[in-house]
């Protein structure tokens, strides 16, 4: 899906100032590296020498032209090493001097070959995925703030609540530790206040720390949105943003009001994401039979197909 211009204009311009960053950084390395080894001065002006001298004969047609490049390639291969040698005996890295670039795909130019280089589209996408988080009044959550005390050891079903917890916990952590951007998704059950978001937000928290996109919102904030963009009520291009993140989190499922078009855009972004391989993380208070009662089989297929964490316990918003 098209990725708005806006987004790619304020990605190249993010692009261009890392660019720049970078070859200052480049300059400041080469003049901390002449001022320590003053030695490294001639050999610039050697490999130089060298470098030309071998491109002089490529271009050349004189008598025993390949012994005389093979001698001057060798020459500068020589002083490539010295150089190589003087930055390790004096604690650098033998590629100190080296260009310096975030991405060795573009060179920092954000295209190749006239495409547009994933570094860009990446930053692009995150910039269009940032201002859609905006949106959302929910605050950060951790693994760290999660308390499983506040969970019985015991209910009226003879069952454990803490130790399902406990283990939805740990999948938690998992998917979040061990993110790469293709793992199955996660279907969240159970009614309000047992720790659905805040463990939703404790993943993206983790996972916008490994530098992935996310995307967290409220299915019916998000479909309202989308609607009001493509009746033109509203700018933007929200489907192509949460189509393109690393991570979809879809809050509160089954609090929107259904109809036809509101099934159709959610089946097409579940079953989008479901279909490449993106990871998708959703979240609902309704049972499993109120689910099959709101939703056609196409999408029940596509929720099913996920890993199911049943949340047991009590509200914990009124202990907290």
């Known amino acids: 899906m ?98 310096i670039y975030t991405c060795t795909k573009c060179g920092d130019t954000g295209t190749v070959n006239g495409e547009w ?72 059950i159970g009614g309000t206040g047992l720790g659905k978001t805040h463990l939703s937000l404790a993943i993206a928290a983790r996972v916008i720390e490994k530098e992935f996109c996310v995307v967290y919102n409220s299915v019916p904030e998000l479909l309202r949105t989308i609607d009001n963009e493509q009746f033109g009520r509203s700018t933007g291009d929200t489907l192509s943003v949460i189509s393109a993140c690393d991570l979809l989190i879809l809050d509160d499922l089954g609090a929107e009001n259904t109809n036809e078009r509101t099934s159709s855009l959610l089946y097409e972004i579940i079953n989008g994401r479901i279909c490449r391989a993106l990871p998708l993380i959703v979240s609902t208070n309704l049972s499993p039979a109120e689910l099959q009662n709101k939703y056609n089989d196409r999408i029940l297929s596509r929720l099913f197909s996920m890993n199911i964490l049943g949340f047991k316990g009590d509200d914990n918003r009124f202990k907290l």
Request: glycine share 2%; net charge neutral; hydrophobic share 35%.
């Open 117 to 188: 280089c994933e570094c860009l589209k990446k930053r692009a996408n995150k910039l269009a995925a940032d201002e859609l988080n905006k949106r959302s009044p929910l605050k950060p959550c951790t693994f760290e703030s999660f308390n499983l005390s506040l969970y019985p050891e015991h209910s009226k079903n003879n069952d454990n609540p803490r130790e399902e917890m406990n283990k939805i916990f740990r999948i938690c952590v998992d998917f979040a530790d061990n993110f790469k951007g293709n793992e199955k998704g996660l279907l969240m």
């Open 2 to 99: 098209p990725i708005s211009k806006d987004y790619i204009i304020k990605a190249r311009e993010e692009i261009e100032k890392i660019h720049s960053e970078n070859q200052l950084l480049e300059v400041r390395r080469h003049a901390e590296i002449l001022q320590k080894i003053p030695r490294f001065i001639n050999l610039e002006i050697k490999l130089a020498e060298t470098t030309s001298s071998v491109v002089s004969l490529i271009a050349a047609n004189s008598p025993n032209v390949k012994e005389k490049i093979k001698a001057a390639s060798e020459e500068n291969l020589a002083v490539q090493r010295e150089m190589e040698r003087l930055l390790t005996e004096n604690g650098y890295d033998k590629n100190y001097l080296d260009q």
